[in-house]
């Protein structure tokens, strides 16, 4: 199977030398209209996730369907393989379902939509972009049921389907599609605005091809592909060892009982190419927390990562995928078997960027490694009807910690997405009925270290109507770990205070849980683990850390700091405290887990309020 492109002009493309200054000017166009794509979302989308928040991907890719510039790779090659039809110039394609698309996306809130660029009948380039709907259907306000078993209880499935043929809306179509989500108006408006991106790049496309002509304009973008692949295979060669390492990570629960869950990678090279094998990493589990990882996208990931560890100023782009096999056993966690529930996707996907982490900077710990921290997308889900009797549904990404890491701390409750930020307090607190009462960093939560992790956030919502509200959080039970003598980050906890003043610890994956006006939800996040020794952090900027809340006076003793009650050092007991803590302290492995899942669960009670889950046995999968 594969898709057949229709030209009504076939006079031959040819692939020319093109120099240098050329190239810059079209590879700096076509960056401006990924931006422009980006810019034009943010202004005519309607829903907060994607207007305010930014949960949308652009991307502008070749004929072959080889991303050139873009957020995410790997969209078109999978629907491309997956697609039995022929396509033709004013065909618009719209698809959410990741089974019906080798995983280009990989749960069914995320609606992505194709265009392929044409010019004077002759196939030139791609534009794709990808944005997170607030509603999909399904059994939940939100569409990311916990305990959805399959995908048919996600919502609608939306084959790869022309929501234009030929430059004509299918107006049936989409009509159908609307009539199945809960946010009809805002589905709408974001669909229109991700379709609206495609045409505008594709606009730029044919302008830049009319400057400089079709040859010049397929020719750059297959050297941007070719620089993209000789930057990485140098990157390769430098990092990627011949001997294999290996690495395991867990998300900690599937939201019904069961968990922790395990990934587990092992990582070799074998001449030039780097091979990545996820044998070792559990069977798909029982509930939505599968996650169908295209193997294109995480060749993505690697390469986003190591870029933009190495060199950000090389172009990302898809011209490295040769250069790396992906291995990933069917019916794992990674690879689901159909009909398998998706929707809870964020934890693994969060911990896959742990994982890499871990195995990338292993070899040189001092330079490449990270310590935990992108760890999971937190999700809050608040619905019902507010006092004019009209429904309402807020969705939104909340963020923790993020690592501590070779070059300096990690910052404080922000997030690992490249382009995401958060929605602002006044935006929400002006279109829900809810208060935002607290939004500050939890004091000690970020891992200590040389470089300490960031703090996690403690946002507290006061809801002003009765409704429900839905979680999707992970790093409850196991700990954002620390590296190179760095500590473990704090566990993320959920608190809900009734008005009653009854206090309810719920658990990080729930949904449908009531709540009433006047009730207070403390939705805290987890710290990033902290990176090397903290008996080695200056004193000065504790004190500094403390001083702006960030740190408390007792936890600046992590670091074998004494501070005063008028936040001034001791500096004779700081030089006592950390001569003890030195000999005390035993020589830390790379990682530090915060001991063995054994070791965590036994604690996990006591620190979260909450009962550790139930090893999954997998007899009955």
């Known amino acids: 199977m594969s898709a057949r492109i229709i030209e009504t002009n076939d006079s031959p493309l040819n692939i020319i030398d093109v120099d240098g200054i050329t190239v810059d000017l079209i590879e700096n166009a076509l960056k401006n209209a990924r931006e422009e794509m980006d810019t034009l979302v943010s202004r005519t989308a309607l829903s907060p996730g994607i207007r305010e928040q930014g949960d949308c991907f652009p991307m502008i890719a070749n004929r072959d369907g080889k991303m050139v510039v873009g957020q995410f790779g790997s969209f078109i090659h999978g629907f491309t393989e997956a697609y039995d039809e022929e396509i033709e110039e ?6 959410n379902d990741p089974y019906m698309c080798n995983a280009a996306v990989s749960h069914l809130p995320d609606w992505i939509v194709l265009k392929p660029v044409f010019r004077d009948g002759r196939h030139i380039a791609w534009s794709a972009m990808f944005g997170h709907m607030s509603d999909n259907g ?3 306000p939100g569409s990311i049921p916990t305990e959805a078993t399959t995908i048919f209880q996600e919502g609608i499935r939306i084959p790869p389907i022309k929501l234009y043929k030929k430059g004509e809306l299918q107006s049936d179509v989409l009509e159908l599609i ?9 589905n709408r408006f974001d669909l229109n605005a ?10 730029r496309c044919n302008e830049i091809a009319d400057r400089f002509g079709d040859d010049v304009f397929c020719s750059t973008m297959k050297i941007m592909l070719q620089r993209n692949y000789d930057a990485m295979k140098h990157i390769i060669s430098m990092f990627i060892p011949e001997e294999p390492r290996e690495f395991s990570d867990y998300i900690c629960d599937d939201g019904m009982g069961m968990g922790p869950y395990k990934i587990h990678c092992k990582m070799w090279r074998e001449g030039d190419k780097a091979i990545f094998d996820f044998e070792g990493t559990d069977p798909q589990a029982q509930s939505s927390v599968n996650f169908y990882l295209n193997e294109d996208m995480f060749k993505m990931f690697f390469g986003s990562f190591t870029i933009n560890v190495v060199d950000p100023q090389i172009a990302f782009n898809d011209g490295f995928y040769d250069l790396v096999d992906v291995r990933i056993p069917q019916g794992t ?16 996907l969060g911990r896959i960027f742990d994982v890499l982490g871990a195995l990338l900077g292993m070899g040189a710990p001092n330079e490449m490694l990270n310590a935990a921290g992108f760890s999971d997308s937190p999700h809050l889900f608040f619905s019902g009807y507010d ?13 923790g910690g993020v690592p501590g890491r070779p070059i300096g701390d990690g910052p404080d409750g922000h997030s690992l997405w490249p382009s995401f930020t958060n929605v602002p307090n006044e935006f929400v607190e002006a279109y829900f009925p809810l208060r935002v009462e607290t939004y500050e960093f939890i004091v000690d939560s970020g891992g200590a270290g040389l470089h300490r992790g960031g703090n996690g956030l403690s946002v507290a919502y006061r ?5 429900h509200i839905g979680i999707h959080d992970d790093r409850w039970l196991t700990y954002p770990w620390g590296v190179n003598g760095g500590k473990p980050g704090k566990r993320s906890t959920k608190l809900l205070v009734r008005v009653d003043g009854s206090e309810e610890y719920i658990p990080a994956k729930c949904e449908g849980v009531k709540v009433h006006k006047g009730d207070l939800l403390y939705f805290n996040t987890w710290g990033g683990g902290g990176w090397g020794d903290p008996l080695q952090r200056d ?5 500094s850390d403390v001083a702006k809340k960030l740190v408390s006076i007792e936890g600046a003793k992590r670091y074998g700091v004494v501070i005063n009650e008028d936040l001034s050092l001791d500096q004779s007991k700081t030089d006592a405290l950390r001569a003890k803590m030195s000999k005390d302290t035993v020589q830390d492995e790379m990682f530090n887990f915060g001991g063995t899942i054994e070791e965590i669960k036994a604690r996990c009670l006591e620190e979260t309020h909450l009962e550790p889950p139930v090893s999954p046995t997998f007899l009955n999968q």
């Open 463 to 467: 809801f002003l109507v009765d409704g």
């Open 138 to 140: 399904g059994m939940v």
């Open 90 to 95: 004013g065909d618009i394609i719209l698809t």
């Open 539 to 543: 004193p000065t900027i504790v004190v």
């Open 194 to 203: 991700l379709v609206a991106a495609c045409n505008t790049a594709a606009k």
């Open 387 to 399: 006092d004019k009797g009209d429904w309402f549904q807020l969705f939104q990404i909340g963020f």
């Open 178 to 186: 609307l009539h199945n989500v809960r946010t009809s108006q805002w």
């Open 333 to 348: 966690l990674l690879k689901p078997n159909y009909p398998a529930a998706l929707s809870g996707r964020t934890h693994a």
